[in-house]
């Protein structure tokens, strides 16, 4: 990882210009300071580090070839890193630590990253001594609040670029994805914080790889099993997305890894994939990576420190010359490589090679080896700088601005502690107009730019912002991205791309878990009947309200229509009709026997009882009205009421008819006691019992509990059925047992008095009729139960019409026969005779 430390002792002149308030102090203006490096005694790998770093990453240069090694080397021997920072607590040029002598060289805070392992090396030296290190990348957790006061991060808050990968991967619905991290402390705090909320937000993972190891051991051939391992996985993998968590020298890794297939001979298809990368790694290479194409960069999309375009750097980058700068050892060591050249060390290296003449520019090289752009890391210590500079300027007060330099150096030892709390609550605007300062939780306040990678045949790059993360907008605005202006990797033509376990389920099915995967990945199956579901991946389907229904594709809710048997309607209107006909034919039937009143065949059984019997009929096929139209109260209090009542009168007169004939036979045998009961009496007090009593029970019925009108929501799928709710159901079947009742006792004595000799006997007839009567009405009951809606009411009508009807037919439509057909036989002798 890159270690960079800087002598901010070097800025002096630029300090004593802001504390002097000069006019020809140009600090407000972009001018890139000319340093003065901390250089050892020796070439010590120590003291190249500490120029290499300085220049590659202050003036924002591009990483270039051998930087990479130099990471490594850090990398796996972190005692260099105690070296440097020991290096800092020395005299200029002796390594004698906690001795220095020459005040002008004394380092008051320390520039370090961009990777995060580099801190806590370096803090086990320098916060012995309270020294301000400032971090420009990623950094470690520090538990400890004493040791975590000496860090100032200048790169923004890890926890936003976290959120803004997730906000990213929901914005384009990538639920299936891999992940690339490195086992160190940065890694696992992804996986301890971030995975769960990846999951939590309905994102899976495919699989979790670990970046394999870089080492510098003679066995090749292990390391290169291992990245061809990792990559064969990423390349037979089904998800499209690769969250690539880990910090700068992977990069040249990301480069490399399909080539390493090659050395063993493995085939394997190569994929696009849609790589996302932290702000942490920022592109690197080494020197034989010159000839390798970067096509594998294409379409990557990255996080980058926000950052704005400072005024005169590309000038000042055409300006570099290593041959007038002699203490610059490693810009000669980076000149060399990126122009493939060397300078003469001696005379008898004149003759060797290609020599670089020093007038080599800078931007001619591609892309690929140097960066003429700023970084959003080179950026971050550019403010680094200027905060350091303006902390200093607020520390130092009036009285000590005027002093020479060895004053201000002798109140800046005694009061150094204090540097922190300038930094802390330093505020600025930077050249490029951005202010500069950190937030109540001590992190910079700003985000991070959303880059997309596009490379091109000829080794080059652009890098296109596409997006942002801005912690200080508003929470809908906290991400925003521009995904028509992203170019995506070749293979998926410019079509956005999918990662998912499998397709979506769409509307009008859910979604079933797949034991043994992850929760990503799953089967549709179709919602149950009479639910809905109208969106993609519905977790459950759901009913609709009571005055909805759901479409033929179970996803949309369809508002009911009300409806109820009208005389709008055929069937209201036939139904009516037949009522209305059968009414007119009893009302003819009464007529004709009231105008026939004196008759035999009229005054046999029972002529008062007729005439009643007639009179209830006529009523019984006009309370079917009742049953048709929109319910209302009237209706649904009078016409389940006026039902049982009527026919309760109809079947009581039957009774009394039946009960009288069986009497007059048994009253015609000698001695018969049965003479006293032949009568009108009788039978009026067997009508007046039987009706009294369902009128009791329908008037208790109207009392505590009569009906009303109420909609049915769910018998019928697509109606909301207005009809009218019986109230008490309990009522309503005694109701319904009496009319019964009185049914079995008239048939039962018909029955039995059918064969009794007599040729005006209705007991026949009446048995008929009865037998008709009950047939109707236990057909009834299935059928009123196998129908809804509407077509209950319809049949309920229709058996009281077919009741009634056939009342009417098998008992009086003989004596009408004989009335109009045949009167001769209408006559006593023809009674006699039988």
Not at 692 to 719: G, N, Y
């Amino acid at each position: 990882m890159v270690f960079f430390m800087a002598v901010i002792a070097v800025l002096l002149p630029e300090v004593a210009c802001l504390l002097s308030r000069t006019k020809a102090c140009n600090v407000g203006k972009p001018q890139f300071i000319k340093h003065k490096y901390f250089v050892p005694g020796d070439f010590t790998i120590a003291g190249i580090l500490s120029q290499f770093y300085m220049i590659s990453d202050r003036v924002g240069f591009t990483r270039h070839p051998s930087e990479e090694l130099v990471d490594e080397i850090i990398y796996f021997m972190a005692r260099w890193t105690y070296l440097a920072s020991m290096e800092l607590l020395s005299t200029r040029g002796r390594f004698i630590p906690n001795y220095k002598c020459d005040a002008k060289d004394r380092a008051i805070s320390v520039i370090a990253g961009p990777n995060s392992h580099i801190c806590p090396f370096m803090a086990n030296i320098l916060n012995v001594y309270k020294m301000p290190q400032l971090i420009y990348g990623s950094s470690p957790m520090i538990d400890d609040k004493i040791q975590a006061a000496f860090f100032h991060r200048f790169f923004p808050d890890g926890d936003q670029q976290i959120l803004g990968i997730l906000h990213l991967l929901l914005h384009f619905s990538w639920t299936w994805i891999g992940l690339i991290l490195q086992r160190n402390e940065s890694g696992d705090r992804f996986i301890q914080n971030a995975v769960p909320v990846f999951s939590q937000k309905g994102i899976c993972f495919e699989f979790t790889g670990e970046m394999a190891k870089e080492t510098f051991s003679n066995d090749i051939t292990a390391a290169f099993k291992d990245f061809s391992k990792m990559y064969i996985l990423i390349m037979n993998s089904t998800t499209n997305v690769i969250v690539l968590y880990c910090e700068n020298q992977v990069t040249v890794i990301v480069r490399m890894l399909p080539y390493f297939t090659e050395f063993e001979a493995i085939p394997i298809e190569r994929k696009d994939k849609i790589w996302i990368m932290p702000a942490q790694m920022e592109f690197t290479s080494l020197p034989f990576q010159k000839t390798r194409g970067m096509e594998f960069f294409h379409g990557v999309l990255t996080f980058e420190v926000s950052s704005k375009e400072i005024s005169g750097f590309n000038k000042f980058l055409q300006m570099g010359n290593p041959t007038s700068e002699v203490e610059d050892h490693l810009m000669r060591v980076f000149w060399e490589q990126a122009f493939e050249c060397s300078f003469p060390k001696d005379k008898l290296d004149e003759d060797a090679g290609m020599l670089c003449t020093g007038e080599e520019k800078l931007d001619k090289l591609p892309k690929s080896v140097f960066d003429t752009t700023m970084t959003g890391q080179s950026y971050s210590i550019y403010n680094t700088v200027y905060a350091v500079a303006h902390a200093l300027q607020a520390m130092f007060p009036p009285k000590h601005r005027t002093r020479a330099k060895v004053g201000r150096e002798m109140f800046l030892t005694q009061t150094a502690w204090q540097f922190h709390h300038y930094l802390r609550t330093m505020s600025f605007n930077n050249t490029a107009g951005e202010k500069i300062s950190f937030n109540k939780n001590g992190n910079l306040d700003t985000g991070f730019d959303i880059i997309n990678w596009v490379t091109f045949p000829n080794e080059t790059f652009v890098k296109f912002k596409v997006g942002k993360i801005d912690p200080a907008a508003s929470p809908d605005k906290l991400f925003t991205i521009s995904a028509q202006d992203i170019i995506w990797p070749t293979m998926f033509n410019q079509v956005l791309p999918l990662s998912v376990c499998n397709d979506n389920c769409y509307s009008g099915s859910r979604k079933m878990k797949i034991e043994g995967k992850p929760f990503c990945c799953y089967d549709c199956l179709p919602c149950a009947k009479g639910k809905i579901s109208n969106q993609m991946d519905a977790v459950d389907c759901f009913q609709c309200s009571e005055d909805q229904y759901p479409n033929k594709a179970q996803n949309l809710c369809i508002l009911k229509t009300t409806t109820f048997l009208s005389y709008n309607e055929p069937l209201g209107i036939t139904l009516a009709s037949v009522s209305l006909f059968l009414s007119f034919i009893t009302a003819l039937v009464l007529g004709i026997f009231i105008k026939q009143w004196d008759t035999p065949i009229v005054k046999a059984n029972n002529r008062s009882l007729t005439y009643i019997l007639l009179i209830v009929l006529l009523l019984s096929f006009l309370c079917s009205l009742l049953f048709i139209g929109q319910p209302d109260q009237g209706k649904c209090f009078m016409r389940q009421a006026a039902f049982g009542i009527i026919f309760s009168v109809a079947l009581s007169c039957i009774l009394g008819k039946t009960i009288i004939v069986v009497l007059a036979f048994m009253a015609t045998r000698p001695g018969s006691k049965m003479r006293k009961w032949v009568g009108n009496r009788l039978a009026f007090s067997i009508v007046l019992f039987c009706s009294l009593t369902q009128f009791t029970i329908c008037t208790v019925w109207l009392t505590i509990s009569p009906p009303f009108p109420d909609s049915d929501m769910h018998s019928v799928a697509e109606e909301i059925v207005l009809e009218c709710n019986e109230g008490s159901t309990t009522m309503f079947y005694i109701v319904l047992s009496f009319l019964g009742l009185l049914t079995s006792v008239s048939f039962t004595v018909a029955f039995l008095a059918r064969k009794l000799p007599d040729s005006f006997n209705e007991a026949k007839f009446i048995t008929f009729s009865m037998l008709v009567f009950c047939s109707v009405w236990i057909s009834f009951v299935p059928t009123y139960l196998s129908t809804k809606g509407k077509y209950m009411v319809a049949v309920e009508i229709f058996s009281i019409l077919a009741s009634a009807a056939g009342l009417l037919g098998c008992i009086f439509s003989p004596k009408c026969y004989i009335i109009i057909l045949r009167p001769d036989l209408n006559t006593k002798e023809q009674l006699r005779k039988k």
